[in-house]
Every structure is written in structure tokens, then in C-alpha cells.
């Protein structure tokens, strides 16, 4: 352990890709950690290797029932992060955010227990200013394919604020800019784990646009440490506050970058933009280097390599992944071919956005 005591952590997600993360950096630093998932996109493959830790344990559940354990301190990630998993099942998704917070808020208020909100960057939605800082209130469409999710999370941290009006409660709320590493889904549509999926394939890397619209990519054990960083800061930080990685780049540079890593033969195929799809986003991350000393250390080029080595072991089979497309979590059919579609394998069926999230 560094500098902490011992805290019990619940971590909501914690089979999904931050929230694997974070479970092991909360272990490393002592921890005991209560992974609690319905595995809709995670996966206990994300955390099987931490099975066998005897202050590691998983719960499957969906948090959009009311939960009842004793904890310390609470992450609440547990929320599809991608379009293609998100617009899936639009109502559950927005229940998630809105139902599953109020049952983290309740939880954390009943046991006093300090919780914490992974929000996102698409609070700000397609931003009229750049880069968002936190005071910005957002631009987005509140009946987009989008919505469930930015609407959803803007209510989450609604409810947040009120929580800690009305009942005093110890809160967080991170607005996390888009991340990426090992353990991404790979069928997911975000733009990393497409382009690094396309380039390993030499097949063509689907641009939406002319590439010109920027992103900025924070490597995710700097996310998780921000987050962390976070929960330790006494009740009178609550945010919103950025983390993300300033530096941004091109979808084009981005694309060109993966290429050249990976050596790939592929050609770059330009598609349309999705509805809503911002133009620019890049994290203003001042609020977080001054209030919890936290800043990115990992550079772009060296955090795709390593996802790029670990799609190289998972993915790069050949043909098609080995994971799975997420069930919808009222067991009805899958929309697998909405994931299909989207990779370019048959026509597509319901229209889903694409993109990053
Ligand atoms: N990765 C990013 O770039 C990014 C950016 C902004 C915000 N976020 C936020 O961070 C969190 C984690 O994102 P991620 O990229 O790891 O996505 P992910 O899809 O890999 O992880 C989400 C996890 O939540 C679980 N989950 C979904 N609905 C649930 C429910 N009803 N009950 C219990 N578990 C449920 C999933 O099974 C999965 O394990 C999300 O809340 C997301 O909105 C992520």
C-alpha cells in the first residue's frame, strides 16, 4: 500500500474496460474491491486474473435495481460507453444512468459511504466553445440517438448535485474525455479500437468524414489514476471536473499514426458523418492539475502501441474477435447484426451512430 488505510471500494463496471483498470489500481494500493456488473459489455475475462485475490470479489447485478452491501466508498462506471452498445437498447441505457445513480446515491447515503460518477465529455455534447472547461453547460440534442446517453449522464450528475444539496452526501463527479488501452472492446465502433482492428487486418480504415473533425485520447492507467486521485480529495471537491488527455489530433492523423505503427497495408475509406458527432473535443484539464496535481504522462504514440500489442494477442486472429456482442439485459434477441453491420460485414438494420465516445 502507498499512503492510504484500507478501504472497502465498490466498483459498478468493474468487469468493463476503465473499470477492470481501476479495480487493479485500487488492489495494487490496498484495497478490497466488490466488482459488481450484469456483464452486458464487460466481461469477467477483463477480470479473471484478479479472481484468485482474496480481497477481490464480483457481484453480478444491474444497477438499476437498488443494491445493499457495506462500503466505504463507491465508483459508479456501470454504463454502456460506446454508440453502438449504448443506442442497443436506448430506455435501458438512460435507466442505467438515471436509475442506477439513484441507487448508488441511495446506497452511499444510507451506509455514508463518499461515491464517485464516471461521467463524460458528451455532457457538452457538439461544443460551441473549445476547448470545454467545466464551467460549460453543453450543447446537445435531447432527442438525438445520442441522448439516452449524454441526457442520461447529465441527469446523472443532476442528481448528484442534488444528493449533496439535500442529503449532504460525499460526492464526485469526473467528466471523462475519450480513453482507450488494452481490454477495449474490439467490436465496439469507438475509432481506436477500429482503426488498430482494421489496420491489424489490412482491411480499409473507415473514416467518417474527411477526418479533419479531433479527438483527444487519454491511455487509461492515466484515466484510472485521475480517478482515484479524485476520491481522495476531501468532501469540499466535488467537481465536475475534466480528465482527459489535452493533446489533440486529428481522426485523419489519427488513422495515418495506427498505420504506421501496425505497418499495415491498408487504405483509408471515407464514410459519412454520424448524426451528432462533434467536431472538436479537447479537454480544458487545469481544474485537475491544480486541485489533484493530476496530469497525463503517457504519450499517444507509446499508449497505442501497448493496445495495439494487446489487440495483436486477442484479436489479430485472423478473421473476427472471439468476444462476444452484448445481450440485451432483458434477454431478448441480440443485435448482433446491428454490430455486424456496423463493421462493415452485412447491411445494417436500425441505424446506429457511430463514433467516439
Ligand atoms: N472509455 C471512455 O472513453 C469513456 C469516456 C467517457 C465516459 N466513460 C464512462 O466510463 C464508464 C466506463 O466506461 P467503459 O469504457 O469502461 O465502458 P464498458 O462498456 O467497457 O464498461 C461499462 C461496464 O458497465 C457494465 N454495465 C452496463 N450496464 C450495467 C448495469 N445496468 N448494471 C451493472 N453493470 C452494467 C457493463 O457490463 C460494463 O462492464 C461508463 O460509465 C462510461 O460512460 C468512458
Given at each position: 500500500m502507498t499512503f492510504h488505510a484500507k478501504r472497502r471500494v465498490l466498483v459498478s463496471g468493474g468487469a468493463g474496460f476503465l473499470g477492470s483498470h481501476l479495480c487493479e489500481l485500487l488492489l495494487r494500493e490496498g484495497h478490497e474491491v466488490l466488482c459488481v456488473d450484469n456483464f452486458f459489455t464487460g466481461t469477467k475475462q477483463n477480470v479473471v486474473h484478479l479472481l484468485d485475490q482474496p480481497y477481490f470479489e464480483i457481484l453480478r447485478h444491474d444497477v438499476t435495481f437498488p443494491l445493499y452491501v457495506e462500503t466505504d466508498e463507491i465508483y459508479n462506471l456501470a454504463c454502456p460507453a460506446s454508440p453502438i452498445h449504448y443506442q442497443l437498447d436506448p430506455v435501458q441505457t438512460t435507466k442505467t444512468s438515471v436509475h442506477g445513480a439513484i441507487n448508488m446515491l441511495g446506497l452511499a447515503k444510507r451506509i455514508g459511504a463518499k461515491v464517485l460518477q464516471a461521467s463524460t465529455s458528451e455532457v457538452y455534447g457538439d461544443p460551441l466553445i473549445h476547448p470545454q472547461t467545466e464551467s460549460y453547460w453543453g450543447h446537445t440534442n435531447p432527442i438525438g440517438r445520442r441522448a439516452c446517453y449524454d441526457e442520461g449522464k447529465r441527469c446523472a450528475e443532476t442528481l448528484f448535485f442534488d444528493y449533496r444539496r439535500q442529503h449532504a452526501l460525499s460526492i464526485k463527479v469526473a467528466r471523462i474525455f475519450n480513453t482507450y488501452g488494452e481490454?477495449?472492446?474490439?467490436?465496439?465502433?469507438r475509432v481506436v479500437s477500429n482503426f488498430i482492428v482494421q489496420a491489424l487486418r489490412n482491411e480499409p480504415i473507415t473514416l467518417y468524414g474527411d477526418g479533419s473533425q479531433t479527438r483527444s485520447f487519454c491511455y487509461v492507467s492515466d484515466l484510472v489514476a485521475g480517478l482515484y486521485r479524485l476520491m481522495r480529495t476531501g468532501d469540499d471537491i466535488t467537481g465536475p471536473i475534466n480528465l482527459g488527455n489535452p493533446t489533440e489530433i486529428s481522426i485523419l492523423q489519427l488513422a495515418e499514426t495506427i498505420i504506421d505503427i501496425t505497418n499495415s497495408r491498408s487504405k483509408l475509406m471515407r464514410t459519412a458523418l454520424p448524426a451528432d458527432d462533434p467536431q472538436r473535443r479537447r479537454p480544458d484539464i487545469s481544474l485537475a492539475e491544480s486541485l489533484l496535481g493530476w496530469t497525463p504522462t503517457v504519450t499517444l504514440e507509446h499508449g497505442l502501441r501497448r493496445t495495439i500489442a494487446h489487440f495483436e494477442r486477442t484479436v489479430a486472429d485472423g478473421t473476427r474477435s472471439k468476444r462476444k456482442a452484448p445481450r440485451r439485459v432483458d434477454g431478448l434477441p441480440l443485435a448482433t447484426e446491428a454490430l455486424k453491420a456496423a463493421s462493415g460485414a452485412v447491411p445494417k438494420p436500425p441505424k446506429l451512430d457511430a463514433g467516439a465516445s
Open positions: 481490454r477495449m472492446h474490439p467490436n465496439d465502433g
